[in-house]
T-cell receptor
C-alpha cells in the first residue's frame, strides 16, 4: 500500500517568509509525528498527534512553528518568519497505535515519509 | 531524555565484507527500530526489535534489552548497503530518540 508522503520535497524560502509543509500519513494510522533533521545528525522530535489531538509539542523550537491535523489524517507544519537556522529536512512519520491501550508488537512501529528539505536563504 | 549512542560513527567496507553496528541506550525501552537512510534521505525500516534476534536477508539484528544495547549485522555487504544506519528508541509519547547514526560506505 501507499506509504507516508510529503510535499513539497524541496522548498527554498527567503528569510522572513512563511512556509507550509504537508504530510499524508498511511491510511488508518492514528499517530503522526514531525521530526527535524539537521545535516549530519539524527532526526529530532518536534510534535505528536493522536488523531486530531496534538498531544505533545514540546519539541517545537519556537512559537514560529505551528502544526495541525484538523481531521485526523493530513497534517501541516507551518513555520512563520523563517530564519536560516530553520534550514533542515523535516520528516513526518506515522504509526498505527491502537487507541484502546492494547499494545501488540509492531503497532508502535513508525514509518517515515521522504521528507521536505527546507533551505532558508 | 533517553540517550542513544551508535558506534562506529563511520565505517568503510570492501564489498563482500561483514560488519557489526552497535546501539547503546541509557534507559529501559519497550521497543527499538533500526533504519537505513538512503542517499536520497528516505528512512527505510529495517527492524522493529524490542528483544531477541531477527533476520531479513543479509541483515540481522539482536536486541538485549536488559543490557540496553542492540546490534545490527550486515553480511556479504554490497554497494547498495551504503548510507547511514540509525537506531531509535521511544520515550514519552512514543517519540523516537535517534542516535547520530553509523555512516557506512561499501566500496567495490
Amino acid at each position: 500500500g501507499a506509504g507516508v508522503s510529503q510535499s513539497p520535497r524541496y522548498k527554498v524560502a527567503k528569510r522572513g517568509q512563511d512556509v507550509a509543509l504537508r504530510c499524508d500519513p498511511i491510511s488508518g494510522h492514528v499517530s503522526l509525528f514531525w521530526y527535524q533533521q539537521a545535516l549530519g545528525q539524527g532526526p529530532e522530535f518536534l510534535t505528536y498527534f493522536q488523531n486530531e489531538a496534538q498531544l505533545d509539542k514540546s519539541g517545537l523550537p519556537s512559537d514560529r512553528f505551528f502544526a495541525e491535523r484538523p481531521e485526523g489524517s493530513v497534517s501541516t507544519l507551518k513555520i512563520q518568519r523563517t530564519q536560516q537556522e530553520d534550514s533542515a529536512v523535516y520528516l513526518c512519520a506515522s504509526s498505527l497505535k491502537l487507541p484502546s491501550g492494547l499494545r501488540e508488537s509492531a503497532r508502535d512501529e513508525q514509518y517515515f515519509g521522504p521528507g521536505t528539505r527546507l533551505t532558508v536563504t | 531524555g533517553i540517550q542513544v549512542e551508535q558506534s562506529p560513527p563511520d565505517l568503510i567496507l570492501q564489498e563482500g565484507a561483514n560488519s557489526t553496528l552497535r546501539c547503546n541506550f541509557s534507559d529501559s525501552v519497550n521497543n527499538l527500530q533500526w533504519f537505513h537512510q538512503n542517499p536520497w534521505g528516505q528512512l527505510i525500516n529495517l527492524f522493529y526489535i524490542p528483544s531477541g534476534t531477527k533476520q531479513n536477508g543479509r541483515l540481522s539484528a539482536t536486541t538485549v534489552a536488559t543490557e540496553r544495547y542492540s546490534l545490527l549485522y550486515i553480511s556479504s555487504s554490497q554497494t547498495t548497503d551504503s548510507g547511514v544506519y540509525f537506531c531509535a528508541v521511544p520515550y514519552g509519547n512514543n517519540r523516537l530518540a535517534f542516535g547520530k547514526g553509523n555512516q557506512v560506505v561499501v566500496i567495490p
